[in-house]
Nanobody, 112 residues
Protein backbone atom coordinates (compact mmCIF):
# COMPACT_ATOMS: atom_id res chain seq x y z
CA UNK A 1 0.00 0.00 0.00
CA UNK A 2 1.49 3.28 -1.14
CA UNK A 3 1.85 5.87 1.61
CA UNK A 4 3.09 9.42 1.14
CA UNK A 5 3.37 11.60 4.24
CA UNK A 6 4.24 15.27 3.84
CA UNK A 7 5.62 17.49 6.57
CA UNK A 8 7.31 20.84 7.00
CA UNK A 9 4.56 23.25 6.07
CA UNK A 10 3.66 26.28 8.12
CA UNK A 11 3.35 30.04 8.25
CA UNK A 12 6.25 32.08 6.92
CA UNK A 13 6.78 35.72 6.04
CA UNK A 14 7.34 36.81 2.45
CA UNK A 15 10.94 36.23 1.51
CA UNK A 16 11.29 33.38 3.95
CA UNK A 17 12.07 29.73 3.42
CA UNK A 18 10.57 26.36 4.19
CA UNK A 19 11.62 22.80 3.46
CA UNK A 20 8.94 20.23 2.82
CA UNK A 21 9.58 16.52 3.23
CA UNK A 22 7.67 13.54 1.92
CA UNK A 23 8.28 10.14 3.49
CA UNK A 24 7.31 7.34 1.12
CA UNK A 25 6.54 3.69 1.75
CA UNK A 26 4.79 0.76 0.16
CA UNK A 27 6.71 0.77 -3.11
CA UNK A 28 10.28 0.74 -4.41
CA UNK A 29 11.00 4.41 -3.97
CA UNK A 30 14.40 4.36 -5.65
CA UNK A 31 12.89 3.14 -8.93
CA UNK A 32 10.34 5.89 -9.51
CA UNK A 33 10.05 9.57 -10.25
CA UNK A 34 8.40 11.82 -7.70
CA UNK A 35 6.48 15.05 -7.97
CA UNK A 36 5.22 17.96 -5.91
CA UNK A 37 1.91 19.63 -6.69
CA UNK A 38 0.08 22.44 -4.98
CA UNK A 39 -3.45 23.76 -4.78
CA UNK A 40 -4.26 27.28 -3.76
CA UNK A 41 -7.72 28.29 -2.51
CA UNK A 42 -10.15 28.51 -5.39
CA UNK A 43 -7.60 27.30 -7.91
CA UNK A 44 -6.85 24.03 -9.65
CA UNK A 45 -3.97 21.84 -8.59
CA UNK A 46 -0.76 22.65 -10.41
CA UNK A 47 2.51 20.84 -10.89
CA UNK A 48 5.36 22.45 -8.99
CA UNK A 49 8.39 20.20 -9.34
CA UNK A 50 9.39 16.78 -10.56
CA UNK A 51 12.47 14.64 -10.01
CA UNK A 52 13.57 11.48 -11.76
CA UNK A 53 14.31 8.23 -9.92
CA UNK A 54 17.97 9.00 -9.46
CA UNK A 55 17.70 12.75 -9.09
CA UNK A 56 19.59 13.32 -12.31
CA UNK A 57 16.83 15.41 -13.87
CA UNK A 58 14.42 17.89 -12.37
CA UNK A 59 11.55 20.00 -13.67
CA UNK A 60 10.04 23.17 -12.23
CA UNK A 61 7.00 25.25 -12.97
CA UNK A 62 7.96 28.66 -14.30
CA UNK A 63 6.39 30.28 -11.25
CA UNK A 64 8.89 28.63 -8.89
CA UNK A 65 11.97 28.25 -11.06
CA UNK A 66 15.05 29.67 -9.37
CA UNK A 67 13.36 29.70 -5.95
CA UNK A 68 12.42 26.07 -5.30
CA UNK A 69 14.67 23.02 -5.36
CA UNK A 70 13.49 19.42 -5.41
CA UNK A 71 15.79 16.67 -4.16
CA UNK A 72 15.60 13.13 -2.88
CA UNK A 73 17.40 10.69 -0.62
CA UNK A 74 16.74 7.16 -1.83
CA UNK A 75 18.44 5.72 1.25
CA UNK A 76 15.61 7.03 3.44
CA UNK A 77 12.77 7.01 0.89
CA UNK A 78 12.24 10.74 1.15
CA UNK A 79 11.76 13.55 -1.34
CA UNK A 80 12.22 17.19 -0.40
CA UNK A 81 11.12 20.57 -1.65
CA UNK A 82 13.29 23.47 -0.54
CA UNK A 83 11.35 26.70 -0.99
CA UNK A 84 13.19 30.01 -0.82
CA UNK A 85 12.14 33.61 -1.45
CA UNK A 86 8.56 32.66 -0.73
CA UNK A 87 5.77 34.89 -1.99
CA UNK A 88 2.15 35.24 -0.87
CA UNK A 89 1.09 33.58 -4.12
CA UNK A 90 2.95 30.45 -3.01
CA UNK A 91 0.28 29.95 -0.35
CA UNK A 92 -1.30 26.56 -1.01
CA UNK A 93 -1.60 23.00 0.15
CA UNK A 94 1.43 21.13 -1.15
CA UNK A 95 1.13 17.49 -2.14
CA UNK A 96 3.67 14.75 -2.74
CA UNK A 97 2.70 12.57 -5.70
CA UNK A 98 3.84 9.26 -7.13
CA UNK A 99 1.86 8.02 -10.11
CA UNK A 100 -1.79 8.08 -9.06
CA UNK A 101 -1.00 8.24 -5.35
CA UNK A 102 -1.22 11.48 -3.41
CA UNK A 103 -0.25 12.38 0.12
CA UNK A 104 -2.60 14.19 2.47
CA UNK A 105 -0.91 17.51 1.83
CA UNK A 106 0.77 20.11 4.00
CA UNK A 107 -0.36 23.72 4.27
CA UNK A 108 2.06 26.49 3.36
CA UNK A 109 0.97 30.03 4.16
CA UNK A 110 3.08 33.02 3.16
CA UNK A 111 1.90 36.15 4.90
CA UNK A 112 3.17 39.07 6.89
Amino acid sequence: QVQLVESGGGLVQPGGSLRLSCAASGFTFSNVAMSWYRQAPGKERESVAHITWNGASTYYADSVKGRFTVSRNNAVNTVYLQMNSLKPEDTAVYYCVQGDSWGQGTQVTVSS
